[in-house]
């Protein structure tokens, strides 16, 4: 008896924890715009470059520091865990260059409207491919969500393609993250996704070099100081690996639906700074879909309090 409720004491706490990390993650997220407008004119593969280069230097540097090149080694030896870190490093690349381009190009509110949309693919991955359940308390902030992100739709009459994009790429990242995160240790997941891409990075960078199109050369033709421009270029890579660490940690205790719910705390910071800071437009229509998934956000985080009570 005492060994069974030492185990859903362990359980509880894991949950909370993962909840913690889970939303650490989308809280940076939510101030990206902030740093990666400074590069705003610069090609945005050659921004997922120094993103991929300089993140994936980090986490080696934590592997050394914590002393983890056996977890390295053995997903390395692994080549089901491989291929799908290859395929989860693929889509966190077409999800970065998705947002950065939105970002760099004065389209933060885009970006933010392809997060309110991914937590309903995600939630909805979870449901159709997982077989994951939801709570009451869930299913009704999932809906309230959806009914925001159809109001939106339907309002804005396009087809959002960025948006799309980034909602869909970070989703189904979420589902791959979801499958391997009980046998692949945050740190080694990332290095491996991240150098799984980086040599098409460099090749793609390289071909810029060429033809005189990298964004220092451009700043030195015209007589400019380009030293700020690398060290915001190394930084973005660097700030890049601590919240995929966070939310790697996080998809090994929380289901893919709850971390799903949890993005709601991205697209609504992102928006506000896309308008409040970047100053860029915003219709009435999206400001009455925000009001219906902050409506959502309420629901959830009575059912996360009413759980982590019941839990105590």
Not at 127 to 156: D, F, I, N, P
Request: hydrophobic share 55%; proline share 4%; with cysteine.
């Amino acid at each position: 008896m005492g060994v069974d409720h030492r185990d859903s004491m362990n359980s509880q706490n894991n949950v909370a924890r993962g909840w913690i990390l889970g939303a650490g993650s989308y809280v940076l997220w939510t101030f990206f715009p902030l740093y990666f407008n400074l590069l705003s004119g610069t090609d945005s593969l050659e921004v997922i470059t120094h993103r991929a280069l300089w993140g994936l230097l980090t986490c080696v540097l934590f592997v050394a520091v914590l002393r983890r090149f056996h977890e390295l080694r053995a997903v390395l030896s692994n080549r089901a865990l491989l291929l799908r870190l290859i395929l989860a490093g693929a889509l966190i690349v077409a999800n970065w260059t998705f947002y950065v381009y939105a970002v760099t190009h004065g389209r933060v509110i885009d970006a933010a409207f392809g997060y309110f949309i991914n937590p309903l693919i995600t939630v909805a991955l979870g449901v159709m491919v997982l077989h994951e359940k939801l709570t009451r308390a869930q299913m009704l902030a999932v809906s309230l969500g959806a009914v925001g992100v159809l109001y939106l739709l339907v309002t804005l009459h396009i087809v959002p393609w960025l948006s799309l994009g980034m909602a869909v790429s970070f989703a189904l990242y979420s589902l791959v993250k979801k499958d391997v995160a009980s046998s692949v240790p945050p740190l080694a997941g990332m290095v491996v996704e991240t150098g799984a891409m980086l040599p098409f990075l460099l090749i793609y960078v390289a071909v810029l070099t060429a033809q005189g199109n990298m964004s220092m050369q451009q700043l030195a033709a015209a007589g400019e100081p380009w030293g700020w421009q690398l060290l915001l270029l190394i930084g973005g890579g660097i700030i890049t690996a601590i919240p995929l660490l966070l939310f790697a940690a996080a998809s090994q205790t929380l289901p893919l639906g709850v971390l799903g719910l949890l993005q709601y705390v991205n697209p609504v910071g992102q928006l506000l700074i896309g308008v409040y800071i970047l100053g860029e437009p915003m219709q009435m229509e999206r400001w009455i879909a925000t009001g219906i998934v902050c409506l959502a956000l309420v629901v959830l985080s009575s059912d996360v309090v009413r759980v982590l009570r019941r839990g105590a």
